[in-house]
């Protein structure tokens, strides 16, 4: 017997029942909770897995936006969060 767009609508909210009337949940993730993160970092430095980034001092946010803006960027901008101490300090 062929399946129409009907069945497939009437086959979803059938399966979609207990989430509405027994308020059911169902959730997910993209990258895990903190427990898989850790682990995934623990493997990542155990094995020498490391990422592409540009570092960049906090002094050099406005031109790294400029760059971002026209697609002059091979990697993530990462910033050194301790470029941001030593500009608190000069102020």
Do not use: W
């Not at 020498?48 to 971002?68: F, K, L, T």
């Amino acid at each position: 017997m062929a399946k129409t767009y009907r069945d497939a609508a009437q086959n979803a909210t059938d399966a979609l029942k207990p989430f509405t009337f027994e308020r059911r949940s169902l959730a997910g993730s993209l990258i895990g909770g903190i427990q898989e993160t850790q682990d995934m970092l623990d493997y990542c430095a155990r094995h020498g897995i490391v990422s592409d980034v540009e570092m960049i001092d906090i002094q050099g946010i406005n031109e790294a936006y400029e760059r971002m803006l026209k697609g002059d960027v091979k990697y993530r901008f990462v910033i050194d969060m301790d470029s941001l101490k030593k500009e608190s300090h000069a102020a």
